[in-house]
């Protein structure tokens, strides 16, 4: 479809642009782009794929540690997607078919909630968790350290949340990442479980029981 792929290429396009660079990130937020990458997200399969990652790529925050606002994602770009109805389409696309798919929403998640107290609860209740959870089993590397990092973000100073990936069983399951062969696996599993446990002793407790000091 024609109509399908000149989105896919527009969508393409913001996130190459946008990826990293705060300056781009905020012209694109400027010019109106979240409405209609919101709309994509109820498109066709690559569309809704090609929306996910644009949306993850405008929030992206820029890695080297001395840039300014580096690990910060746009607090305006965040509230945008999560007041206009970004996330429901988002949490489904966690069980999408495709694996690019769902490595992409988590990554949009993990930056929507990232330093956003509000958009941690709103993915949470949601139901944000248990996917993220599920995509931890993940046969793919990627979607595996992409699901781990979304859930470091969302249970980050957020009791309730640390409480949810724990009866969920999030524990074991990011404990057992920490053997990945995968060196981001095991760095963002480390984030996650950091975090779950992060003044909270119950969780705390669980995670040296399970083995977590010495894996």
Do not use: W
């Amino acid at each position: 479809d024609t109509t399908d792929d000149t989105h896919v290429h527009a969508a393409e396009a913001i996130a190459n642009v946008s990826s990293e660079n705060p300056p781009a990130q905020e012209a694109f937020f400027t010019a109106g782009v979240v409405p209609l990458l919101l709309e994509l997200l109820h498109g066709g399969d690559r569309t809704r794929d090609a929306s996910a990652k644009a949306l993850a790529k405008l929030l992206s925050p820029v890695s080297n540690r001395d840039a300014p606002g580096a690990r910060q994602a746009n607090p305006a770009i965040q509230t945008e997607i999560a007041k206009d109805g970004g996330i429901p389409p988002l949490l489904a696309l966690l069980s999408a078919m495709s694996t690019h798919a769902q490595i992409h929403a988590a990554e949009c998640l993990s930056h929507l909630s990232r330093g956003n107290a509000e958009t941690q609860v709103i993915i949470a209740k949601a139901g944000g968790i248990a996917p993220l959870l599920a995509m931890l089993s993940n046969k793919d590397e990627q979607a595996q350290a992409e699901a781990a990092a979304a859930l470091g973000q969302l249970t980050r100073s957020n009791e309730d949340n640390q409480r949810s990936v724990a009866r969920m069983g999030g524990v074991p399951l990011l404990t057992t990442l920490l053997n990945a062969n995968d060196l981001y696996v095991k760095e963002m599993a480390a984030f996650a479980l950091a975090e779950t446990c992060r003044e909270n002793r119950d969780n705390q407790t669980l995670a040296a029981e399970l083995g977590t000091i010495t894996a």
